[in-house]
């Protein structure tokens, strides 16, 4: 092989761990958001209508099972593909906070399109990811029905026909990474909505190998630039003096 054909490949190679190289240094972590999938619930559905008996608790189980409550209401609000009433909202699947886990629907939280729940109950599905290296807290409070589910489990049971000032609260002090599901469901002719908040999650860190989201020290660089440049050095000289390599 000569040695001009060696030193074009030995600077394509360069090249090529330059821009793995940068493009490492430059791919940003995940930000912190939350997004809900809307579903409407028909009037007079199962589980809908009944009297306001305020908190009630124990109305879904411990775990999620194929990423959705068990229980006395299991997932009868939050999947159109069980039918039973079930639909689509017009809104779709949106993030609703973009830069925080954090949501603010305390009145008037109707189906797509609907001044009111005389017709139909608006039911949401958000889901996140966060991290965090202590404790943190959630606050949750809902009308009428709302679970949260951390990594599967249940954390905050906020379950029954009831105003939204019936709100719960608890710390979570499992650190790492984590998903998170919450589940609302509005099921009463009389006002709806929802907030929920966490203090103290993180942006998410990722469990993949993923790029790193900080800069290399300023040595670092010098070594790599260095490198590279101490390599087309040897390649000129050598393609100056005319010589080939077998």
């Known amino acids: ?10 600077v394509a190679l360069g090249l090529v761990l330059a821009a793995g190289f940068f493009g490492f240094v430059a791919t940003r972590a995940h930000a912190l958001s939350i997004s809900g999938t809307y579903t409407d619930i028909a009037f007079g559905s199962g589980g809908t ?16 099972v194929n990423g959705f409550p068990t229980g006395t209401l299991g997932n ?6 069980l039918g039973s009433g079930i ?10 906070n973009a830069s925080g886990l954090t949501l603010s629907f305390p009145v008037n939280f109707f189906a ?3 001044a009111d729940d005389a017709t139909k109950y608006l039911a949401v599905h958000w889901t996140a990811a966060f991290s965090n290296t ?29 105003p939204i000032d019936a709100g719960i609260t608890t710390t979570f002090s499992i650190t790492g990474s984590h998903t998170l599901d919450l589940f609302f469901a509005d099921v009463r002719v009389d006002k709806s909505g929802i907030t929920f908040s966490c203090e103290g999650c993180a942006d998410p860190t990722s469990t993949a190998p993923e790029p790193a ?34």
């Not at 009868?76 to 593909?81: A, D, E, H, L, P």
């Not at 639909?87 to 609703?96: E, I, K, P």
């Not at 404790?135 to 009831?162: C, M, N």
Request: proline share 6%; net charge positive; glycine share 16%.
């Open 112 to 114: 797509s399109g609907q």
């Open 134 to 162: 202590a404790p943190v807290s959630f606050s949750l409070a809902a009308d009428d029905h709302a679970f949260l589910y951390v990594d599967g489990k249940l954390v905050l049971d906020d379950g029954g026909i009831k």
């Open 1 to 10: 092989m000569t040695l001009k054909r060696r030193g074009a490949i030995n």
């Open 49 to 64: 209508g009944g009297p306001v008996v305020g908190l009630q608790p124990g109305l879904v189980g411990p775990s999620l």
């Open 76 to 81: 009868n609000f939050w999947s159109v593909s």
């Open 213 to 246: 989201t900080t800069a290399p020290e300023p040595a670092t660089l010098v070594l790599f630039g260095t490198t590279l440049v101490g390599i087309g050095a040897v390649i000129r000289r050598h393609l100056k003096g005319g010589k080939t390599v077998a």
């Open 87 to 96: 639909s689509a909202d017009g809104v779709g699947t949106r993030v609703d």
